[in-house]
């Protein structure tokens, strides 16, 4: 009786160090060959998985524009509510960087609010998977744990048409929200052009 407890003792530490082991953000993959250009346009955010802090609520879009140097760069909106009742459409710009050439899909955001009252500052940009045509989901990690896991990011789900994805797409996002470890964490972005 004793060995069997040792077993599964054994076997449920397994499970718990191989599922923490997929969690660790430089484990996580990006779309391979990452194109700007194919990407450039706008974007309906459709699900978010929020950080802490101050976030964009809803009607969330961005327009991705690639400079002639082959830099990125996109201007967003979407609703926020300030000091607890006053909501407001929020104008953000940010401007994308690539460390590794080799890994396009891994960006640095610069991001700076266009009125007084918003943030400003810089997250890594990671473009987790896109078809460049329908969807692309987005993974951020402002703060690791000491386990390599995040311990607060945030990713959003855009698509090119604000009504939404089909079916067969869905499934492809709930599949990598899995991968960054945030399946069952996002949130429906109301789109109901307030902004």
Do not use: H
């Amino acid at each position: 009786m004793d060995y069997q407890i040792v077993a599964l003792v054994m076997l449920f530490l397994a499970c718990v160090e191989q599922s923490l082991a997929s969690c660790v953000v430089d484990s996580f993959t990006v779309k391979q060959d990452f194109d700007p250009k194919r990407y450039a346009g706008k974007w309906y955010a459709l699900q978010k998985k929020d950080p802490e802090g101050l976030f964009l609520q809803d009607n969330i879009s961005a327009e991705y524009t690639v400079e002639d140097d082959g830099s990125m760069v996109a201007s967003s909106k979407g609703r926020v509510t300030l000091f607890g009742f006053w909501v407001v459409c929020a104008d953000m710009a940010a401007q994308y960087s690539v460390p590794d050439p080799g890994t396009p899909g891994k960006m640095f955001m610069n991001y700076q609010g266009l009125a007084s009252y918003l943030s400003s500052g810089g997250d890594n940009y990671w473009v987790i998977d896109t078809d460049y045509d329908n969807y692309a989901i987005t993974y951020a990690c402002r703060t690791l744990k000491e386990d390599g896991s995040c311990d607060d990011g945030y990713s959003l789900v855009f698509a090119r048409n604000p009504r939404g994805l089909p079916p067969a797409i869905q499934r492809v996002v709930r599949q990598k929200q899995e991968e960054v470890c945030m399946a069952g964490e996002f949130q429906p972005v109301l789109q109901s052009g307030a902004c």
